[in-house]
């Protein structure tokens, strides 16, 4: 009887979540771009934060100066997470997927021309599917405090790191579309053209998701580092997307780490944080290789499958050297690391944002056969 | 006083970058930006390049990093590894020794 009634539970919030993700709710950059789709069935959706830490913030630090009573301490330096349970579950890792430079979990969500993004089609593939938010970015919020005391002259302007604000020549040349100064596009382009202004009734909607990239203000090495003590396990020491990613994965019980373009290395780096024991595959989109890994460090990725997926028009050498080299100490030490370059796979003409391009779902395939083949396990059977 | 003799002393020591500099994934990477350095924009084009790329990460003049004595090479110190295994490697003439440890 109790199973009865956490049944109809289970069904009664899976029907209020699918109606709430209906198409005509679901959220486009274009409102009119939106897509048709079928109902999504979901067993849980929700966010949360991977714990940052709390600085103390002076009075004369807090503006407008109205508020400066409520000196007091403030968060920093946390990671946002959101996620999608689908209902039909695939029995595979959890994946937890974090996107690159001057952008966020935006780039996997509704396509800016209105199609389907990765999220949702790995949660209908049966996959639990977290996006996080770089540490610093987005809705994970940034450190603020040094803009401050430039404000208020406690360090000159000179100190302020710098923000990083990509531009639309630099996405075309970085994401490579094609030609900039002639606005030409790749004969056989597969980014959505229309959003970045190519073609009659284009627009410029691609462009809301370039968001500026504070990446400079994470957290400085503090002196008392220096004796080789302070690791990513001590609380106050150092925050950064890799050890929160770390740390997703352990709370997870296991999981499958994306990360694209700034951050395909970061699911490397979340392996090999001290302490990290969750991470079960890990998918590197458009490159994050190394070539400086020690034989601790091997022998800790050899037991993780690992995926290179790089995408076409790619400036060579293709694979990177630091690909190949790492790819040898790894496979030839028995582990699992495989290089895909799409056109080699017969898809051509994908551009570095692959999770948006207008075949972007048939690249997601390649990545979840990649998963069946070798990603083995699942939550509860580690 | 050279890197290599610093590092010699303690397996992990405190830098301070002199300016602005970077660090990489793999030698190579170090050597093929050192190449380009003479040329600005050809070395920054490369660099944001590689940053997007995940193989290397531009680091401002006055970080601190954390020097590692495993480097192989003595002009290359091995960075962060530490606290952002696997670390980085980036050119050891960019940094000096931080010498003031109680200064945050």
């Known amino acids: ?382 | 006083m050279s890197s290599t003799a610093t590092l010699a002393i303690a397996a992990h020591a405190l830098f301070a970058a002199k300016i602005a500099t970077f660090g990489c994934s793999s030698l190579d990477e170090v050597a093929r930006l050192q190449h380009l350095r003479p040329d600005q924009r050809a070395f920054q084009t490369e660099l944001m390049q590689q940053m997007f790329y995940g193989q290397c990460v531009a680091i401002e003049p006055g970080k601190l990093v954390i020097a590692d004595s495993q480097a192989s090479d003595p002009q290359v110190l091995l960075i962060d590894r530490a606290i952002e295994p696997p670390g980085y490697l980036a050119p050891a003439i960019d940094f000096e020794r931080h010498q003031d440890r109680d200064k945050p």
């Open chain 1, 1 to 382: 009887m109790k199973s009865k009634n956490y049944l109809h539970w289970m069904m009664a919030a899976a029907t209020s979540i699918a109606v709430a993700c209906g198409p005509q709710l679901a959220a486009a950059q274009e409102f009119q771009d939106l897509q048709p789709s079928q109902p999504l069935f979901l067993a849980g959706e929700g966010s949360f934060f991977i714990d940052g830490y709390t600085q103390h913030i002076d009075s004369k630090y807090i503006s407008p100066s109205a508020f400066a009573a409520d000196a007091g301490n403030s968060m920093v330096n946390q990671m946002y997470v959101q996620y999608q349970k689908p209902l039909a579950k695939n029995g595979r890792f959890p994946l937890v997927i974090v996107h690159g430079c001057c952008l966020s979990s935006k780039s996997w969500q509704t396509t800016p021309d209105g199609r389907m993004g990765w999220d949702e089609y790995f949660v209908r593939q049966g996959f639990d599917t977290y996006l996080a938010e770089q540490v610093g970015r987005a809705r994970s919020g940034f450190n603020a405090l040094q803009y401050q005391k430039v404000l208020t002259g406690d360090a000159p302007p000179s100190s302020n790191p710098p923000i990083l604000i990509a531009t639309d020549a630099f996405a075309w040349n970085v994401f490579r579309w094609g030609n900039f100064s002639t606005l030409t596009p790749y004969s056989d382009e597969q980014f959505p053209m229309n959003t970045v202004g190519v073609g009659p009734n284009s627009n410029l909607s691609f462009y809301n998701q370039v968001i500026p990239d504070l990446n400079s203000t994470l957290p400085n090495v503090t002196p008392g580092c220096a004796d080789g003590t302070c690791t990513p396990a001590d609380p106050n020491s150092y925050f950064s997307t890799p050890s929160a990613m770390a740390k997703l994965a352990n709370d997870l019980g296991g999981a499958i780490l994306m990360g694209h373009s700034q951050s395909s290395g970061y699911p490397t780096m979340a392996a090999l944080q001290p302490g990290s024991r969750g991470v079960r595959g890990i998918i590197q989109l458009e490159v994050g290789c190394f070539a400086n890994l020690t034989s601790a460090d091997i022998n800790i990725l050899k037991r993780i499958p690992i995926l290179i997926v790089v995408a076409d028009h790619y400036p060579a050498p293709n694979p990177p050297t630091a690909c190949v080299t790492e790819m040898q100490q790894i496979n030839s030490a028995g582990g699992d690391m495989t290089f895909i370059s799409l056109p080699n796979y017969g898809l051509h003409g994908n551009s570095h944002m692959m999770m948006l391009d207008r075949n972007n779902l048939q690249v997601a395939d390649v990545i979840i056969r990649w998963i069946i083949g070798h990603v083995r396990g699942g939550p509860g059977r580690l």
